[in-house]
C-alpha cells in the first residue's frame, strides 16, 4: 500500500489509542492529520498540541476545507465507529479512499520485521516492554502500541535506524489477521468479545490463524498452556514462557517482590541472566517482563541494555498505575475489564501489600461483557477486601434488558459491596478509611482520578471539603 500519494489524513476515532498512534506516525511522516472524535480527554488535547486538529461535533461542515479533496485525503476509521456517523458518511458518500485502522497497520507493519504481540490480557504492558528494551539498542525501535508509555508519554516511538516495529495484535474485529508478524506473541486466550467471535472456540480459532501468519523464519512465543491452540503455526522456532513454570522455555526463578523493588533471574534455553531488577507492580508484570526480555533478546538487545531498560522502565498510563503511597494510603489505576485480568491485578496487589485492606471501585465495560461473564467477575471482585461498583459504561454498545451493575452485584457474595455514581466516590472516601483503593476498568473511571488525587491530598493534610 502507497501512502505517499496522500497528503492529508482524516482519522474518525482520532482519540482512541490505537488511531492516535497512527496520527502520531503520519504527523511525523510530514502529512497533514486531522480527525474528528466525540470526547475531549488528556489525550485529544495532546494530539492537538502536537499540530493534529480535531473536531468534536459529528458535523461535515466543521471539516477543514483542505480535507475535503477526494485526490490527496485518506480516510482512516475504525470498526467501533457505527454507519450512522455523518462525518463517514460524507467521506464515504463522496468517493474518499476509505481505509480501517487494522488495514492502515498492516500496511505499515509489512515494512518492518514487527514483532506483534497479540492476547487477551498483557499486550500493551509486554509490547510496551519491549519497546522500551529496544530503544536502549544503538537503532532503537519503531513502536504503535495501546497505551502511553510513561518514559515517553506518548504511544509511539520511532527510529530510521531500526528494521523492527513493535505493535499489539488486536483480535477484536478480528484485526490481527492484517498482520504478518516476524516474531509473534500470544499472551493469554481467554473468552472475550464473545459480540464478535460469538463463542470461546471461535476465538481461539482466530488465535490459531494469527500464529499461523507468523513468518517460517521468525518467532512464536506464547504462553505456557495455551501451545495446543498454535499447533499448526509455521514458525520453526517456537517457544513457550511462564512466570515460574521450569517447563516452559522461558520463565522466571527467585522471584522477589518488596514495595521498593522486584527481581528476578530470567532463564531461557539460551543461558540465565540473573537478578534483573525493575519497579514493583506484582507478579503479572515479572510474568509480561519475561516474555519482553526474551523477545528483546532475539531481537538482537545485549545484557546490559535488558538491565538498563527493565530497571527504568516507568510503566503504561493506567496499568498498575501506581498514583500515591505514603505508606499508609496506597492508590492504584487500572484498566482492567476482563474477570481474567482483575483476578491478576488483586494477585499482584496483594504480592506486594500483603497486609493491607484493598478496597476497589469497579465500573463494567460493556452491557455485552457484563452479561456474559457476570459470574466470572462477581468470583473475581470477591477477593477484594471491600468492593464499590459504578453503573456499566456503554462504550459502543445500546443497554441490554435486564444487564446493569445491581445484576453484577447481586452475584457478589461479599459483605462489604456498595453501589456509587461517579459524583459519590470522592466524599465517600473521604469519610472512609482505606489503605490500598483500585480504580478498575476501561471506560470513563479514568476521570476519577484527579479527583481522588484531590481527596487524598486533603485526608492526608487533614483538612476538610465543604
Request: proline share 4%.
Amino acid at each position: 500500500m502507497d501512502f505517499s500519494r496522500y497528503s492529508h489524513i482524516f482519522l474518525i476515532g482520532t482519540g482512541g489509542i490505537g488511531m492516535s498512534a497512527l496520527a502520531r506516525y503520519f504527523r511525523l511522516k510530514g502529512k497533514a492529520v486531522s480527525g474528528y472524535d466525540r470526547t475531549r480527554t488528556t489525550l485529544t488535547g495532546e494530539l492537538e498540541s502536537e499540530g493534529i486538529t480535531i473536531i468534536y461535533e459529528d458535523n461535515p461542515a466543521l471539516i477543514d476545507p483542505q480535507f475535503k479533496n477526494p485526490g490527496n485525503v485518506l480516510l482512516i476509521f475504525t470498526p467501533a465507529v457505527k454507519g450512522d456517523n455523518q462525518i463517514l458518511q460524507y467521506f464515504t458518500s463522496h468517493h474518499f479512499t476509505l481505509l480501517k485502522r487494522s488495514e492502515v497497520l498492516g500496511a505499515i507493519a509489512a515494512t518492518y520485521k514487527t514483532i506483534a504481540i497479540a492476547g487477551t490480557h498483557g499486550k500493551t504492558t509486554t509490547s510496551s516492554m519491549v519497546s522500551h528494551l529496544l530503544n536502549q539498542t544503538p537503532n532503537g525501535v519503531n513502536a504503535l502500541v495501546g497505551g502511553i508509555i510513561k518514559n515517553y508519554q506518548s504511544n509511539f516511538i520511532y527510529s530510521e535506524k531500526s528494521e523492527f516495529m513493535v505493535t499489539e495484535a488486536d483480535e477484536f474485529d478480528r484485526s490481527f489477521l492484517k498482520l504478518r508478524p516476524y516474531f509473534g506473541v500470544i499472551t493469554a486466550c481467554d473468552a472475550d468479545h464473545l459480540d464478535i467471535y460469538g463463542t470461546a472456540e471461535e476465538l481461539i480459532h482466530a488465535y490459531e490463524q494469527f500464529a499461523e501468519l507468523v513468518d517460517p523464519e521468525g518467532i512464536l512465543l506464547t504462553k505456557k498452556g495455551i501451545e495446543p491452540a498454535v499447533a499448526k503455526a509455521q514458525a520453526k522456532r517456537k517457544f513457550t514462557y511462564s512466570l515460574d513454570d521450569p517447563d516452559a522455555d522461558v520463565y522466571a526463578r527467585h522471584v522477589h517482590i518488596d514495595e521498593h523493588q522486584m527481581t528476578f533471574d530470567l532463564v531461557t534455553p539460551f543461558g540465565t541472566i540473573n537478578q534483573l531488577a525493575m519497579k514493583p507492580t506484582g507478579l503479572i508484570n515479572i510474568e509480561n517482563a519475561v516474555a519482553a526480555c526474551f523477545l528483546a533478546l532475539q531481537a538482537g538487545a545485549a545484557e546490559e541494555e535488558i538491565r538498563r531498560g527493565l530497571s527504568t522502565f516507568a510503566g503504561v498510563r493506567r496499568r498498575f498505575d501506581l498514583h500515591f503511597n505514603n505508606g499508609t494510603l496506597v492508590y492504584i489505576d487500572d484498566y482492567a475489564h476482563h474477570p481474567e485480568e482483575i483476578k491478576a491485578l488483586i494477585r499482584s496487589v496483594k504480592s506486594i501489600f500483603p497486609l493491607k485492606k484493598i478496597t476497589g471501585i469497579f465500573q463494567p465495560h460493556l452491557f455485552s461483557r457484563t452479561r456474559d461473564f457476570a459470574d466470572d467477575f462477581a468470583l473475581s471482585l470477591q477477593s477484594l477486601d471491600e468492593v464499590i461498583l459504578l453503573e456499566i459504561y456503554p462504550a459502543r454498545e445500546k443497554p441490554i434488558e435486564g444487564i446493569h451493575s445491581t445484576f453484577l452485584m447481586e452475584k457478589i457474595e461479599h459483605s462489604h459491596k456498595s453501589l456509587l455514581s461517579m459524583e459519590e466516590i470522592p466524599y465517600r472516601l473521604l469519610h472512609h478509611d482505606f489503605e490500598v483503593l483500585l480504580t478498575i476498568g476501561a471506560g470513563s473511571i479514568e476521570t476519577l482520578v484527579e479527583p481522588i488525587m484531590e481527596m487524598i491530598s486533603h485526608k492526608t493534610s487533614k483538612q476538610e471539603i465543604p
